[in-house]
Nanobody, 126 residues
Framework: QVQLVESGGGSVQAGGSLTLSCEVT????????MAWFRKVPGKEREAVAG????????RTDYIDSVKGRFTISRDKSKLYLQMNSLKPEDSAMYYC???????????????????WGQGTRVTVSQ
């Protein structure tokens, strides 16, 4: 049974850094997507960073607003989101998600993802 558990959220001043972690258990299959989503009040959950892996290819994708500041990576059973130069606009509840299949660009809709963590809150103050 796949389970995702996020950690690493907290409060940080603008310009600071924070690294989120997502522990993933029971990964199966050879091709899968993982992504970090964020949710702010009044807006839909949105993927900000996606990670695709297969036996031959790894791929990362980012929305424009976080390019150059956020880095998604995987180390064994953990998915990370390194966030630098944080801005107040980055404040949100962050979720990791996973889906097994043949997608490459993992910046997908929330409904495309099968497994979800419970979220970790990031607050960036001015």
């Amino acid at each position: 049974q796949v389970q995702l558990v996020e950690s690493g959220g907290g409060s940080v001043q603008a310009g600071g850094s924070l690294t989120l972690s997502c522990e993933v258990t029971d990964i199966t299959g050879t091709r899968w997507c993982m992504a970090w989503f964020r949710k702010v009040p009044g807006k839909e959950r949105e993927a900000v960073a996606g990670f695709y892996t297969s036996t031959t290819t790894d791929r990362t994708d980012y929305i424009d607003s976080v390019k150059g500041r956020f880095t998604i990576s995987r180390d064994k059973s953990k998915l990370y989101l390194q966030m630098n130069s944080l801005k107040p606009e980055d404040s949100a509840m962050y979720y990791c998600a996973a889906v097994w299949g043949y997608r490459q660009n993992c910046l997908l809709r929330p409904t495309d993802y099968t497994y979800w963590g419970q979220g970790t809150r990031v607050t960036v103050s001015q």
